[in-house]
Each structure stands twice: as structure tokens, then as C-alpha cells.
């Protein structure tokens, strides 16, 4: 299967560099992927912004995520 993320405002528009094509699609069976965004590693720079996040799946199960990035 596969994830996408998008990231969105508050009011659910999505962010420029955060959008659904910009986002690397993560394909596989794995609890450590990391998702990424083309111009964009991670969402440091949104840091105290309200966001939403929005998860495409195809064929795929999202368990849990953790915003931060940290390990």
C-alpha cells in the first residue's frame, strides 16, 4: 500500500509546500517511514501553527504517527 500526507491550515486549506503533490509518496510495510514533502523534509517551520493533517491511503493501514520527527 501507500501514504500520502498533506498538510493543512486550520481551516482546512493546504499549505503551500505542504500540499498532497508535493508529498512523497511512502510505499511499503514499515513502523519508521518517514513522510516528506518535495521542497520541504520536515514541519519545523510550522511550528506554533494549528494544523490539520490529511492522510491519503491506498490499500494501507495507519497504526499511529508522531508530528515531531523525533526517534
Same mark, same amino acid.
Given at each position: 500500500?501507500?501514504?500520502?500526507?498533506?498538510?493543512?491550515?486550520?481551516?482546512?486549506? *493546504?499549505?503551500?509546500?505542504?500540499?498532497?503533490?508535493?508529498?512523497?509518496?511512502?510505499?511499503?510495510?514499515?513502523?519508521?517511514?518517514?513522510?516528506?514533502?518535495?521542497?520541504?523534509?520536515?514541519?519545523?517551520?510550522?511550528?506554533?501553527?494549528?494544523?490539520?493533517?490529511?492522510?491519503?491511503?491506498?490499500?494501507? =493501514?495507519?497504526?499511529?504517527?508522531? *508530528? =515531531?520527527?523525533?526517534?
Amino acid at each position: 500500500g501507500s501514504i500520502a500526507v498533506e498538510v493543512q491550515d486550520a481551516e482546512g486549506h *493546504p499549505i503551500e509546500g505542504y500540499t498532497l503533490d508535493d508529498s512523497e509518496v511512502l510505499y511499503g510495510d514499515t513502523l519508521d517511514g518517514r513522510i516528506r514533502w518535495r521542497n520541504e523534509s520536515d514541519i519545523a517551520g510550522l511550528a506554533g501553527t494549528t494544523v490539520r493533517f490529511r492522510f491519503v491511503l491506498n490499500d494501507a =493501514d495507519l497504526f499511529a504517527f508522531r *508530528p =515531531d520527527g523525533t526517534d
